[in-house]
């Protein structure tokens, strides 16, 4: 018998997420808006592949398979993103008309959308129509309704927002940084040959990822 045979070493435990999510995929074979299923994937210390699953009970035996294979080295957490809508839609859907009518003061036409990123965060993205951006002119970023950062390539990719205690601040800022959008800052860096890229929106407001 060898020493330390029985011998497993400490594992400080880092945290990690496994999120469900939907995915849709042939959506040229399977009609309008595409076979949906649910992508359920791994974020540990490194990014985890997703696995799609046709029905809800695979999406849980994956869960289970995926939390029994970790769970010596991760504290997990699940959440369920497509839970998620219902929850940040009110909270959005104010700062989602507050930049919508900024657009119609400028007479300018929108495309706006909401998009879920890291656990407890949400974005609204959005496009002026006249503008060639390939995917957004700006993308604001919320964190339980609160303005936390926003996106853009004008501004040196993700800008943080500290500093703005009330709405009113925070109002500001979005003002700020849409007068830039208006006046075309965003689209410096892009080259007009490669066209927009369409967005496959839900009825709601939400995008969908093929």
């Known amino acids: 018998m060898k020493l330390f045979d029985d011998y497993k070493p400490k594992i400080k435990q880092r945290k990690a997420t496994i999120t469900l999510s939907w995915s849709n995929y042939n959506e040229s074979v399977e009609g309008k808006g595409g076979k949906q299923f649910v992508s359920v994937s791994f974020e540990g210390f490194q990014e985890g592949s997703s696995s799609p699953c046709d029905t809800e009970e695979e999406a849980q035996e ?5 939390k029994k294979q970790h769970e010596e080295a ?3 957490q699940v959440i369920d993103e497509r839970t998620r809508e219902s929850v ?3 909270l959005l859907n104010e700062w989602k008309e507050f930049i919508v009518n ?3 003061e400028k007479g300018k036409e929108v495309e706006i959308w909401f998009d879920t ?4 965060d949400c974005e609204i993205a959005l496009r002026l129509k006249e503008h060639n951006c390939y995917y957004y002119c700006v993308n604001f970023r919320f964190e339980k309704g609160k303005l936390s950062a926003y996106d853009s390539n004008f501004d040196g990719g993700t800008s943080f927002v500290e500093g703005k205690e009330t709405k009113e601040e925070e109002e500001k800022e979005v003002i700020r940084v849409m007068e830039k959008v208006f006046n075309g800052e965003c689209e410096d860096k ?6 927009q ?3 496959n929106i839900q009825e709601n407001g939400w ?3 093929d």
Do not use: Q
């Not at 990123?117 to 407890?120: E, G, I, L, T």
């Open 62 to 66: 994956c869960v289970e398979a995926l």
């Open 197 to 199: 890229r369409k967005h």
């Open 74 to 76: 991760y504290k997990i």
């Open 207 to 209: 995008i969908k990822y």
């Open 102 to 104: 900024l657009c119609k």
């Open 117 to 120: 990123s890291v656990p407890y």
């Open 190 to 195: 892009y080259d007009k040959s490669c066209g």
């Open 88 to 90: 940040w839609t009110p």
